[in-house]
């Protein structure tokens, strides 16, 4: 039938999924010997590398800062990238059609540049603190993340249903949160959860706003990679990764994997 | 009212942009305009200097191999997803989701244990008897590319199983009920109308690639410099500011130019977009 | 040249749940048979298996001599004619006609030559170098009927053709597909839920249901001789009355309504009457008088149809409806009884 793949194709995807899934196993591996330098197959097996990333100090401010940097972050971005959501799909027609395209430029502009530029713009010649321009890095990095996902939601919701509420006599800002968001619930959650990855997984923006005091998990890992080549990075990678699969748990009981292909 | 509610809605998040984002990138490619030895003075040293072309060079032809792999094998892969059984393509796009979730440093260090002095590949090498000592593949461009590749064929898989889920399945029904057999309908029907997905994922991968800065830190390293890896090495070891602006210039240069002109061959080879 | 088409004993399954009950079809040559159903039916799953975009668990296809049964789809020559058009949005609409010319290996010269005729035929040869997404649903679909011709196929398939078209459009279309069917004499299998649109293209009709034909024949036949409660109601025969026969004499005899209602019948004029059966007929078979040997109802609303007044009734026998004439209007609240006219209703076998 029109279902019948090629054996040669099948085998060629079997591959392509033993190099997407192969390294991640191996770094499992890897985190679990018990030899002071990477290796796979582990010699033995130990958990050692994993309490020793509770005894390096640094991993903990910093994954702190991390998540916190995500949630605030992704916070901000829902809360300007949702009106400006909704504006574009409600004004449609009243709306520049060019405004769209000023809410992805985060993702057009190389997010080196990025980080590169607002260190130098808004930390050195502007004085903010470093900590801010974190922070206004990272939400401005996922906001187009929160608009267009949620704009995507909101192209198929109909706004009658809107106008209906308000023809009933709930005022506009309550009708937003009575009719609109349940109906948009979908796209919120998949804006949140894209975003907060993205957030949390940068290093391009963070690169550079981060130094003495302040500084963000993956930067932390990768300086400790130029001193150390341990099984310890191992470890924490396998803690990020533990992180993913309690966010694609999170995402196939919100909304369905297959959401991500749409 | 609604005059003031759009604006009210819609400006501040477009104003952060604005004054946080086109700001401070304007301003860097000010800076570079704007030195006493001339207007273009930092972009005739940028290629005066040998060693910049090559890392500008290297940049082009690492994110250049990169797409044409990422295109290859993500397509493929997308189609054989978007032919199998429910649950199967569920499995296959969890295990394509997962790499895709996790972060740019966790992926890449995994190919610095395989690729490593004492990693897997050349254990295996020298158990196999291939050969005698370990080979240097870590800080090769081939290194770069690889991890490159892994870091790109999840986002091409999942963009183009949803192009090919967007194909309507009576369309394809149609050409083979006219005769067309199985691979004459990929080749007339499932190609051609896969290629805006292959335009965009091949955007993205290019783009991507091309201002990646962990993969190529880690698995290059100082000797295969890249775009990405130079501007911080001019920004935050030198201090060489004009430099490093000069760097982000040609950047955002190379990227817009790719996706204007990936834009327009999308629009020749698309006649949908009527 | 024309062949027919031989559906024997075909079973499908969709997983483990059976959506076709050895059903048996046979279109004759040049013949335009339609499936007509509600959703779920098993009427387009028909048309997929001799598609051969689905394959029986058992049974056999045969077109003319040969065995479509395990022939690979695009081995098949059957022009197939979608419900959502399926045109190639990427080709135009003359390339889209000469696609299955193409794939025949056809010379390109000679593929253009007969893909502009076709088009000619369908009224689009303007239209030969736009793409599909910018025709009306209707263009659309006269391209579909093209390309499913230009082939000429010994097998023409239509999977609900009709139905994203508006109404006026509706009707005008399946004139033309009746008549271009008519002038190649193309065998045809034509799927539809749309009974108007059945009874009016084709030579025969089957109903069907729960993955079984419920009645195969002319939509003469089905209109005004339903063999069973199921064809009758989906024909329009809104009353359904379960029947005793409690006497009978020289073909004259006394039949019990439920609720105890006697009605005198004659299989002179109702043909044979076995001892239990339902009287089937539509509201204008039964005559609403004022009193006379009937089935006595109380009437509830009244309608106005144009050519006569409809009746809700309810009565002992259950919730009746029947039309009464425009000169003797009754109010709700009256009594009356329905008289069945003979000529009009039929008597089927009791439901199972």
């Known amino acids: 039938m029109t279902d019948r793949i090629h054996p040669l194709l099948a085998v060629f995807a079997g591959l392509v999924f033993l190099f997407l899934v192969g390294p991640l196993v191996i770094m499992i591996g890897a985190s679990l010997s018990d030899t002071n330098f990477l290796t796979f197959p582990p010699r033995g097996l130990t958990l050692h590398w994993f309490t020793h990333i509770f005894e390096v100090t640094a991993f903990k401010t910093t994954a702190i800062t991390s998540l916190e940097l995500a949630f605030a972050g992704t916070f901000l971005s829902l809360l300007f990238g949702i009106p400006a959501a909704y504006a574009l799909n409600r004004f449609r027609v009243e709306l520049p059609s060019w405004l769209s395209t000023v809410y992805v430029l985060p993702i057009l502009i190389p997010e080196i540049v990025f980080g590169f530029s607002l260190m130098k713009s808004v930390t050195i010649d502007s004085g903010f603190p470093v900590w801010l321009t974190l922070l206004i890095g990272h939400a401005l990095l996922v906001l187009p993340y929160s608009v267009r996902v949620v704009s995507a939601s909101l192209a198929a919701f109909d706004f009658s249903i809107e106008e209906a509420a308000i023809s009933l006599g709930s005022p506009p800002l309550k009708t937003f949160f009575t009719i609109v968001l349940p109906n948009i619930r979908a796209g919120v959650i998949a804006a949140f959860i894209l975003a907060f990855i993205t957030s949390i997984n940068d290093v391009s923006v963070s690169l550079f706003l981060t130094g003495p005091g302040i500084s963000t998990l993956p930067i932390q890992i990768l300086a400790y990679m130029e001193q150390f080549f341990d099984p310890t990075m191992a470890a924490v990678s396998v803690l990020l990764m533990l992180l993913t699969v309690g966010v694609m748990a999170i995402v196939e009981a919100t909304l369905g994997l297959t959401f991500l292909t749409k | 009212m609604n005059t003031m509610r759009k604006w009210n809605l819609s400006l501040p998040a477009a104003l952060a942009v604005v004054l946080l984002l086109v700001v401070p990138v304007v301003a860097t490619f000010t800076t570079t305009f704007t030195q006493p030895q001339g207007a273009f003075a930092p972009y005739l040293a940028f290629f005066n200097s040998g060693f910049r072309r090559t890392v500008l060079w290297r940049t082009v032809e690492v994110a250049l191999i990169t797409t044409v792999l990422s295109l290859v094998i993500g397509f493929l892969t997308a189609y054989v997803i978007s032919k199998v059984p429910g649950k199967a393509k569920s499995v296959m796009i969890i295990a394509a989701v997962f790499p895709l979730l996790t972060g740019v440093v966790v992926r890449s260090f995994a190919w610095m244990i395989i690729l490593g002095k004492n990693g897997i590949l050349n254990d295996f090498l020298i158990w196999t008897g291939l050969i005698d000592a370990p080979l240097a593949m870590l800080y090769t461009e081939g290194a770069v590319i690889v991890a490159m590749v892994y870091l790109f064929v999840p986002l091409m898989i999942l963009t183009l199983v949803g192009v090919l889920d967007n194909i309507p399945k009576d369309v394809i029904e149609a050409s083979i009920s006219l005769g067309a057999s199985p691979a004459s309908t990929f080749r007339q029907v499932i190609l051609p109308l896969s290629v805006p997905g292959l335009i965009v994922g091949a955007v993205l991968v290019f783009t991507g690639s091309f201002t990646s800065y962990a993969t190529p830190q880690l698995l290059g390293g100082e000797r295969q410099m890249m775009m990405g890896t130079f501007l911080y090495q001019r920004a935050m070891v030198t201090f060489d500011w004009v430099g490093a602006s000069t760097v982000a210039a040609i950047m955002v240069v190379v990227t817009i130019a790719i996706v204007l002109v990936m834009g327009r061959i999308a629009r020749k080879l698309n006649p949908m977009a009527v | ?352």
């Not at chain 3, 009707?171 to 799927?191: C, F, H, P």
């Not at chain 3, 609240?333 to 089927?348: H, S, W, Y």
């Open chain 3, 1 to 352: 040249m024309t062949v027919s088409l031989d559906i024997d004993n075909i079973a499908a399954h969709y997983g483990s749940t059976q959506v076709l009950k050895d059903l048996s079809l046979s279109v004759k040559a040049g013949e335009l048979v339609s499936l007509l159903g509600s959703s779920g039916c098993g009427k387009t799953t028909t048309l997929r298996l001799v598609a051969g975009f689905l394959t029986p668990t058992s049974g056999t296809i045969r077109l003319g001599d040969r065995d479509l049964t395990r022939l690979p789809a695009h081995q098949r020559d059957i022009g197939l004619v979608f419900q959502n058009y399926a045109l190639f949005p990427h080709l135009s609409v003359l390339d889209n006609v000469a696609f299955g010319l193409k794939q025949r290996k056809i010379e390109p010269a000679e593929r253009t030559r007969r893909a502009k005729a076709m088009l000619e035929r369908v009224g689009l040869a303007d239209f030969a170098d736009r793409l599909p997404g910018a025709l009306s649903g209707g263009q659309k679909q006269r391209v579909a009927l093209a390309r499913a011709l230009v082939i000429e196929p010994p097998l023409l398939m239509f999977d609900e053709p009709l139905s994203n078209l508006d109404a006026k459009l509706r009707v005008d279309m399946r004139v033309e597909i009746r008549k271009l069917q008519r002038a190649n004499g193309t065998t045809s299998l034509y799927v539809t839920h749309d009974q108007e649109e059945a009874f009016s293209i084709s030579d025969r009709v089957a109903i069907m249901n729960a993955g079984r034909i419920m009645q195969l024949d002319t939509p003469e036949v089905l209109y005004q001789r339903p063999a069973n409660a199921f064809v009758a109601r989906f024909v329009g025969f809104e009353n359904l009355i379960p029947m005793v026969v409690k006497a009978r004499e020289n073909g004259a005899l006394s039949a019990e309504a439920p609720g105890g209602a006697l009605l005198q019948l004659s299989e002179a004029e109702f043909g044979p009457i076995p001892d239990r059966f339902v009287l089937a007929t539509r509201a204008d078979g039964l005559l609403v008088q004022r009193e006379g040997a009937g089935i006595p109802v109380e009437l509830g609303l009244r309608t106005y149809l144009g050519r006569a007044y409809q009746y809700q009734t309810t009565s002992v026998a259950g919730d009746l409806i029947a039309n009464g004439s425009l000169s003797e209007p009754f109010s709700p609240g009256d009594r009356a009884v329905l008289v069945p006219k003979p000529e009009q209703c039929c008597i089927l076998k009791p439901e199972a």
